[in-house]
């Protein structure tokens, strides 16, 4: 996590946040991603420490529905802590190779 800014709305509590995210198979290619937490979630985020590392995951994605566009904003259905040991694991498919996308099959 980069930086994290905390505002008080008419919706409710909100947070700003600005996080280095994997951005491709290659685990050296990162970008810059603002992330918008709202309400209860934005309580949890605001307990957050830099450098920790996050799992998103996404429902109602589809891989091929954004084949070639830029992805202007996607709902993360699920935010969970996860150590490093944790997400090579993830990240490694059954020949020991990195693939974030095959998640350890």
């Not at 954004?66 to 694991?89: T, Y």
């Amino acid at each position: 996590m980069k930086f994290r800014f905390n505002k008080d709305t008419e919706y409710g509590p909100r947070t700003d946040l600005f996080v280095s995210v994997l951005k491709s198979t290659q685990p050296n290619v990162r970008g810059l991603v603002k992330c918008v937490c709202w309400r209860d979630k934005a309580k949890v985020a605001e307990a957050r420490v830099t450098g920790l590392l996050v799992m998103v995951s996404f429902k109602e994605y589809k891989e091929d529905k954004f084949k070639g566009e830029v992805i202007q904003k996607v709902k993360a259905g699920d935010v969970s802590n996860c150590s490093w040991k944790e997400f090579e694991v993830l990240s490694t498919n059954s020949k020991g190779q990195y693939d974030p996308f095959g998640y350890g099959g």
